[in-house]
């Protein structure tokens, strides 16, 4: 059965940093794109990056490009998402999606909430 | 960046009707195409992929087609557990955009 956990949300000030961690089972990490998607409160959903199955390649969103950075281990089945610098309108729940390029499966999320 | 138009907003339906959503693609985007369905409190769920290839465990009820740039799902007898908010999203280049997604409630 897939499994995708994440961890590491909070509240966190206005231009801090927080590191999101997701970990995965069921299935083989290593051979797949893994993304993170996230949901303001009450919004919609907003793709925000995707690394590719060994991490040479990695994709953002252009109001989150030079702040997060998403990455992967591989070895311990594990995607993270480094915000920095983040902003009050980073506030929202972030979920781990994957495998693959559909998004077939979603982490329970993570509340991420920047505010002073 | 691709928009992906959504209609409508919402919808409210009864028991067994028949349902349509559509998303409006600003360019070509091939069968890059999915939808989801996200219950209140919930992670969302693939319900297609590929424009109209039906995710595992999904009810036939559901499914998705293609006119050109207008893609579309459809479920063909409403069910009480049907109600949440859907969204579609275009995988064919990235920024990866999703639509504003449909609230579709029982009437």
């Known amino acids: 059965e897939v499994q995708l956990v994440e961890s590491g949300g909070g509240l966190v000030q206005p231009g801090r940093s927080l590191k999101l961690s997701c970990a995965a089972s069921?299935?083989?990490?290593?051979?797949?794109?893994m993304a993170w998607v996230r949901q303001a409160p009450k919004k919609g959903l907003e793709w925000v990056a995707t690394?590719?199955?060994?991490?040479?390649?990695?994709y953002y969103r252009d109001s989150v490009k030079g702040r997060f950075t998403i990455s992967r281990d591989n070895a311990k089945s594990t995607l993270y998402l480094q915000m920095d610098s983040l902003r009050s309108e980073d506030t929202a729940t972030y979920y781990c999606?994957?495998?693959?390029?559909?998004?077939?499966?979603w982490g329970q999320g993570t509340l991420v909430t920047v505010s002073s | 960046d691709i928009q992906m138009t959504q209609s409508p907003a919402s919808l409210s339906a009864s028991l067994d009707e028949i349902v349509t959503i559509t998303c409006q693609a600003s360019?070509?985007?091939?069968?890059?195409l999915a939808w989801y369905q996200q219950k209140p409190g919930k992670s969302p769920q693939l319900l297609i992929y590929?424009?109209?290839s039906l995710a595992d465990g999904v009810p036939s009820r559901f499914s998705g087609s293609r006119s050109g740039t207008q893609y579309s799902l459809k479920i063909s007898r409403l069910q009480v557990e049907d109600t949440g908010i859907y969204y579609c999203?275009?995988?064919?280049?990235?920024?990866?955009?999703f639509g504003a997604g449909t609230k579709l409630e029982l009437k």
């Open positions: 999606a994957g495998p693959g390029i559909w998004f077939a499966y």
């Open positions: 069921g299935f083989t990490f290593s051979d797949y794109a």
């Open positions: 690394i590719i199955y060994d991490g040479s390649s990695t």
């Open positions: 360019q070509d985007i091939g069968n890059w």
């Open positions: 590929g424009a109209t």
């Open positions: 999203l275009q995988r064919y280049s990235a920024p990866y955009t």
